[in-house]
């Protein structure tokens, strides 16, 4: 078991989040490209600036095509962070970037199964309206201050992120 030195804080895994989110936003807006070009509503899309209230959104793309979106992004968030933290990397490219990577308690790697349930317990309840705002912010207090600097999420899927040495 690694020592208090060995467990990630909470700005090493805020730097790796950040970059993970980059990499889905990529995937998403590639995902979203297309969906408007299938759709047949490529100029609509375009037209479409950041900042743009969802009545914008939902009068090009219809609420089909929001619905579309947000199962696309939730389905890649998952199996990117499962397949990734539950791979030979131990993590997501953001881990990778800043020597962190995801474990069991004993410190040995995660099954898929264990990073879904990580996935579950962490990015997918930021999701849930109303709560999810506050279920984010003690999140990030508990990956601060706990002892093994374990997030909510790490400690209902039995996860543990650590530095490389």
């Known amino acids: 078991m690694p020592g208090n030195e060995g467990y990630a804080g909470f700005w090493l895994r805020a730097v790796a989040a950040l970059v993970d989110l980059t990499v889905l936003g990529v995937l998403l807006a590639v995902f979203v490209s297309f969906l408007a070009v299938a759709k047949g509503i490529s100029l609509a899309f375009l037209e479409l600036h950041p900042g743009e209230p969802p009545s914008a959104i939902f009068a090009a793309f219809g609420a089909s095509g929001v619905y579309e979106i947000l199962a696309f992004f939730v389905v890649s968030s998952w199996i990117y962070f499962a397949l990734m933290e539950s791979s030979a990397w131990q993590g997501t490219a953001g881990k990778k970037l800043v020597h962190i990577y995801v474990a069991d308690v004993q ?32 999140d990030c207090i508990f990956a601060g201050v706990t002892s093994r600097k374990q997030a909510l999420h790490d400690q209902m899927a039995g996860c543990l992120v650590l530095r490389k040495s």
């Open 107 to 138: 410190g040995t790697r995660v099954t898929f199964l264990r990073a879904s349930a990580r996935f579950l317990g962490g990015r997918l309840l930021l999701h849930v309206p109303y709560i999810g705002g506050w279920y984010f912010t003690v």
